[in-house]
Nanobody
């Protein structure tokens, strides 16, 4: 059984950094595309970033480009989201998700991802 477990959230001040982790069990992470999503209070869940399978190609939503970095360590089957220069508007519950399907134009869609971890709360104080 494939399971994802997100961790690393917390309360930080604006401008600080956090690194979120997504531990993957039950599947080889090299065969999975990993996405990070977030959901702020009262808002819909939105795509933040994703990383491909073996080629490791990465994509970011515009509001985090240049501040967030997604990565995947296949030796430990863990994905990361390094978040720098955090802003108040980054406050949200962050979710990691995994997909086994072809890594194409659907990679931004919630429906592309078949496996989800529990969320981890990131709170940025202004």
């Amino acid at each position: 059984e494939v399971q994802l477990q997100a961790s690393g959230g917390g309360l930080v001040q604006a401008g600080w950094s956090l690194r979120l982790s997504c531990s993957i069990s039950g599947f080889i992470s090299d065969d999975l595309a990993i996405g990070w999503f977030r959901q702020a209070p009262g808002k819909e869940r939105e795509w933040v970033s994703c990383i491909g399978k073996s080629d490791g190609s990465t994509y970011y939503t515009g509001s985090v480009k240049g501040r967030f970095t997604i990565s995947k360590d296949t030796t430990s089957d863990t994905a990361y989201l390094q978040m720098n220069s955090l802003k108040f508007e980054d406050t949200a519950v962050y979710y990691c998700a995994a997909a086994r399907g072809p890594y194409g134009t659907d990679r931004y869609r919630i429906g592309y991802y078949e496996l989800w971890g529990q969320g981890t709360l990131v709170t940025v104080s202004s």
